[in-house]
């Protein structure tokens, strides 16, 4: 029998009059679960109120036998058909995970408890306007991951084809330049050089030193290699010696290296050498920094491809879950540029994972994009570690920075709809109640959060079967 006291440990329910809970103790109908068992068939008559006390109910709607959405009902959740509704067949399958304790009131006692009861009525309707409210927002959110699917199409049509012929033309280019260099080399070093051999390229040492990766140097290394190198270059009198440095060091050379190359140029030609040295890598550096500009683009396409599941059935697939991760922190890149932050990546052996892949991308999104912005502007961090738990079958997801943390008093407010700690105009409020219905309703995951500051730290459970 459904007690007094079980009523009372309903939010929606707790403070009503004795009398209410003893009516609804009285007409509620006891039932009991086991995990995994069918409480509803999809199809089956809209009767029934429904409150949870105990367990966990998932309820799995499907059109053309795939499944388009799934809910989750908690302990202490009140659904099912209720006073006003216009439902008159449930939808979808109502499916216990774990043993669960219930009670139902069938519709035919809502009109007395309409006419005996009206703050319970009240409550309900309330209940029915947030049902509603949510619905409609699950729907906006389909409908912009439909928008951003259709933007990201045309943006890769538009951006793919220019994108890869610029990087093809970068590429070109720095062959060309190499092939220019050498086709100079082969008529200017009997001239410039005071003992010109005929075995082999002079300039062999300059194109080794260009063929390297470029010098990781800190600042202050640079900085007096620049100097070494400006002071020379000015004593031999080449042009504009301190952005020439600049140019020369970030390629790869030095002072003592060039210095030893020019004792075996003709005295005339060492000027000459160094003016056109300075350009010639000016160029190359140019032609590397065009090539890499076109690969980001490229990326950056390939990046909004992935995370919004274009040309893909929007049902469940199995999804590489840190590709979609990556490719959210593609997308949020410009986020960092204003601050110093480090990325840790710790990603466990995962299989794929059943999910509506553009809608759990919008969880990385708002995670990530939240954390960034409670980062320090200098020496902040975000750590992502994934794990697979296989006897529970959930893969597990924490997402972890050392911003300024969520005060301790709305930390159990964060995932309402609409709350938010930002200034007015700056967050709606939505972004964690879309992370957290899209978690628990649509994937039957948890997600929980712990923060202090300098530690916030978001732990997602996502199951591995559909």
Not at 15 to 25: E, G, K, R, T
Not at 216 to 224: F, I, R, V
Not at 335 to 347: A, F, G, S, T
Request: include cysteine; proline fraction near 5%.
């Amino acid at each position: 029998m459904i007690s007094v006291a079980d009523l009372q440990t309903i939010t929606q329910l707790h403070d009503l009059d004795d009398d209410v809970l003893q009516w609804l103790s009285e007409n509620l109908e006891e039932v009991h679960l086991e995990a995994d068992e069918v409480f509803l068939e999809a199809g089956s008559p809209a009767e029934w109120m429904f409150i949870l006390f105990k367990g966990r109910i998932r309820v799995v709607v499907k059109r053309d036998l795939q499944p388009s959405s799934t809910f989750v009902l908690e302990t202490g959740d009140i659904n099912g058909m209720l006073p006003r509704s216009r439902m008159t067949h449930f939808r979808g399958e109502w499916r216990a995970t774990q043993p669960t304790r219930l009670g139902r009131l069938h519709a035919q006692l809502f009109p007395e408890m309409q006419r005996r009861f009206p703050a319970l009525d009240a409550r309900l309707a309330h209940l029915m306007l947030d049902r509603t409210r949510m619905i409609a927002r699950v729907q906006l959110q389909q409908e912009k991951l439909a928008s951003l699917g259709t933007m990201a199409a045309g943006l890769a049509h538009e951006l793919n084809n220019p994108a890869s012929a610029a990087r093809r033309a970068a590429q070109n280019l720095c062959d060309t330049l190499q092939a220019f260099d050498e086709h100079a080399s082969s008529m200017l070093r009997k001239m410039m050089f005071k003992h010109p051999s005929t075995d082999g390229d002079p300039f062999q040492p300059i194109y080794a030193i260009t063929a390297q990766p470029p010098p990781n140097l800190d600042p202050l290394a640079q900085n007096e290699r620049e100097d070494e190198l400006a002071d020379w270059l000015e004593e031999e009198g080449a042009e504009n010696p301190w952005d020439a440095a600049a140019t020369l060091v970030a390629m790869g050379f030095t002072q003592p290296v060039l210095a030893t190359f020019s004792e075996g140029l003709v005295d005339e030609y060492v000027v000459d050498f160094l003016n056109w040295l300075a350009r010639d890598m000016e160029m190359r550096l140019l032609a590397e920094e065009l090539a890499e500009s076109t690969v980001r683009i490229s990326d950056l396409v390939s990046a909004m491809k992935s995370y919004s599941f274009m040309d893909q059935a929007q049902e469940k697939q199995h999804i590489d879950l840190h590709q979609g991760i990556d490719s959210t922190l593609t997308i949020l890149k410009h986020k960092l540029k204003n601050k110093q932050v480090d990325i840790e990546k710790h990603y466990g052996d995962l299989p794929r994972v059943p999910a509506y892949g553009g809608e759990l991308n919008q969880v990385w999104t708002n995670l990530l994009d939240n954390a960034i912005a409670a980062l320090p502007v200098t020496n902040g961090r975000i750590v992502i570690k994934t794990a697979c738990d296989l006897p529970a079958s959930q893969v597990h997801v924490d997402i972890i920075d050392n911003g300024s943390g969520i005060p301790p008093d709305v930390q159990n407010r964060i995932f309402e709809p609409f709350f938010t700690t930002k200034e007015a105009g700056e967050g709606t409020g939505l972004g964690l109640d879309i992370v957290y219905r899209i978690v628990t309703a649509r994937h039957g995951g948890t997600i929980q959060v712990t923060s202090e500051p300098g530690n916030t730290r978001f732990h997602l459970q996502l199951p591995l079967e559909s």
